[in-house]
C-alpha cells in the first residue's frame, strides 16, 4: 500500500526515456533553465561527482511513488556517474552545507511546445521538512521565466502532499485520467497545469 509513499514524491506520471541521453539536438531542449536559487537551495544540473549522493536519495519508497524501476534508477545514476547528460534532470543541492536532498525532472509537454511537464523527489534523510514545497515554487517560476507558458504536474489522486503543493503554488486541476507508469503500474492520476501570468504593458502617461 502506497499512501505512505505517495506523501513523500511527485510523479511518475511523465515517461523518462533514456535511448537520447548522449543526443545533442535532444539534450538541448532540456537545457533552457538557469540554476535557480531559493531559500535554502540550489537547484541545478548534476555532475559526475553528485552520483553517490544521487543514488542516495532513491530509496524503495521513492522508486514506488514515481514508478519507476531500479534499473531505471541505476542507469540514471551510471549516466551522472559518467558524466552524460541526462536530458530534464536537476538536482537539489542544499545551500547551507552542499547535501543533495533530492531532484527534478523537467520535460517538453506531449503535445504543446509551450508547456513543460515539472516532477521531483526528495531523498529520505530530507523528508518532511518543506524542501519539495520550496524547490517546486522557485522551479515554476523559472521554467516560466524561460519561456513557457504553462507547466503541468501529474501526481496519483491519493497524493495529497502534492495536491497540497500545487494548490500552494495556485496551479489548477486540469484534468484526471489513468497513468500507465514506467514500471508498468496503471493509476488513477490527475494533471495539474500552472499558468505563466501575464503582466500588463506599462501605461504610458500623455505628454503634457
Known amino acids: 500500500m502506497l499512501v505512505g509513499v505517495v506523501l513523500l514524491v511527485a510523479g511518475g506520471l511523465w515517461a523518462w526515456r533514456l535511448s537520447g541521453l548522449v543526443d545533442k539536438e535532444v539534450s538541448g ?22 552520483a553517490v549522493a544521487l543514488a542516495a536519495t532513491i530509496d524503495a519508497e521513492m522508486l514506488a511513488g514515481n514508478g519507476w524501476t531500479e534499473r531505471e534508477a541505476r542507469t540514471m545514476v551510471k549516466a551522472v556517474r559518467s558524466g552524460y547528460p541526462v536530458p530534464g534532470l536537476l538536482v537539489f543541492e542544499a545551500r547551507s552545507d552542499g547535501a543533495l536532498v533530492g531532484g527534478a525532472t523537467v520535460h517538453p509537454g506531449a503535445t504543446d511546445p509551450s508547456s513543460r511537464t515539472l516532477g521531483w523527489w526528495i531523498g529520505p534523510q530530507h523528508r518532511r521538512a518543506g524542501y519539495a514545497s520550496e524547490a517546486v515554487a522557485a522551479l515554476v517560476e523559472a521554467i516560466h521565466d524561460a519561456g ?11 497524493n495529497l502532499a502534492v495536491r497540497r503543493i500545487c494548490d500552494k503554488i495556485g496551479a489548477t486541476e486540469k484534468d484526471r485520467r489513468a497513468q500507465r507508469l514506467p514500471n508498468g503500474s496503471l493509476i488513477p492520476s490527475i494533471w495539474y497545469e500552472h499558468r505563466k501570468v501575464a503582466t500588463d504593458e506599462p501605461s504610458v502617461s500623455p505628454a503634457g
Open 148 to 158: 513557457f507558458a504553462t507547466v503541468e504536474i501529474g501526481t496519483s489522486e491519493s
Open 29 to 50: 531542449r532540456y537545457h533552457g533553465l538557469r540554476e535557480v536559487e531559493s531559500d535554502r537551495l540550489l537547484v541545478r544540473r548534476p555532475i559526475a561527482q553528485d
